[in-house]
């Protein structure tokens, strides 16, 4: 449970935000929740919710709503790219499927090594710089612009390196 492994970091966030507004810690305690294992499991759901008298419901529905946050386990790194309607206009859909065909998964999958997910997200907020997609994996999220898929390639090749030296 997220209370018995992060009680000091709990009782910081909590001390963050006055008692009236605790409900605020949510985002904060989401974010410790999913460093735990990489996704957000729902007894974690149900015990930040427990640690600011909110309903499970509404803490479950930022997960959602957020495209940092999972709800279920996915690979060492999240490819996340904007297929918002302008970086459509600039080949994002033709993109996100070479990608995927270059990993051979889908999109919503992971790689069978268990690296990468691949995911389509709305608004990345540069979308005069698309295709684009952020990775979120070790060191936290990474913003890549203006990609194609032999510049994509190069990327994925240089994680898979950099984890063998790890």
């Known amino acids: 449970m997220l209370q018995d492994n992060h009680a000091t970091e709990i009782a910081q966030i909590l001390e963050r935000y006055p008692q009236a507004s605790k409900r605020a810690a949510v985002m904060p305690l989401l974010f410790l929740a999913q460093r735990e294992v990489g996704f957000i499991s729902r007894d974690a759901i149900n015990e930040i919710a427990g640690l600011l008298d909110l309903d499970p419901t509404d803490v479950g529905s930022l997960i959602g709503y957020y495209t940092l946050f999972y709800d279920k386990p996915g690979g060492k790194y999240r490819i996340q790219i904007c297929t918002d309607l302008p970086c459509a206009l600039r ?4 993109f996100s499927h070479e990608v995927c065909e270059m990993l051979n998964i889908q999109v919503g999958e992971t790689t069978e090594d268990g690296f990468f997910t691949l995911e389509e997200v709305m608004c990345l907020a540069a979308c005069d710089r698309a ?3 952020q990775v979120q994996g070790k060191g936290g999220i990474q913003y ?3 990609m194609t898929l ?6 994925i090749e240089s994680i898979r390196e950099q984890d063998a030296n790890e």
């Open 131 to 133: 295709p684009l997609f």
């Open 91 to 94: 080949g994002a859909e033709k």
């Open 144 to 146: 890549h612009e203006n």
């Open 150 to 155: 032999e510049s994509t390639t190069a990327f």
